[in-house]
């Protein structure tokens, strides 16, 4: 079974015990320098969202326009209308 933590008695005769030494002798020999490698890291990573997020708007802009058209066509069928189609008519020569 587990038992509560309890708080330590304030005793003004403690003393903290020494910080135990690090079994790491050093880690500067592996530090590199980040600012160039780091730098083009995080312009290549920009570039990338900036296209996703170019491609997921222009998908959204044509899922809207389908949506839209489709709802045009069922409002019009559901009015009662039998020709919903659009009709394109070419351009009038100006004679």
């Known amino acids: 079974m587990f038992r509560p933590r309890t708080p330590r008695a304030r005793n ?7 910080s135990p ?4 002798d050093d880690l500067s020999r592996y530090e ?4 160039a490698d780091e730098h083009r890291h995080r312009m290549t990573g920009n570039l ?3 296209a ?3 491609v997921i708007m222009v998908f959204g802009i044509w899922l809207a ?3 839209v058209e489709m709802r045009t066509g069922l409002d019009c069928s559901l009015t009662g209308r039998t020709n919903c189609a659009p009709i ?3 351009a ?4």
């Not at 030494?21 to 790491?24: D, E, H, I, T």
């Not at 009038?92 to 004679?95: C, F, H, I, K, L």
């Open 48 to 50: 990338l969202a900036f």
């Open 92 to 95: 009038a020569d100006p004679r």
């Open 21 to 24: 030494r690090s079994p790491v």
């Open 88 to 90: 394109r008519l070419p």
């Open 12 to 18: 003004d005769n403690h003393r903290p015990f020494p």
């Open 32 to 35: 590199r320098d980040r600012d």
């Open 65 to 67: 326009n389908v949506m």
């Open 52 to 54: 996703v997020l170019c």
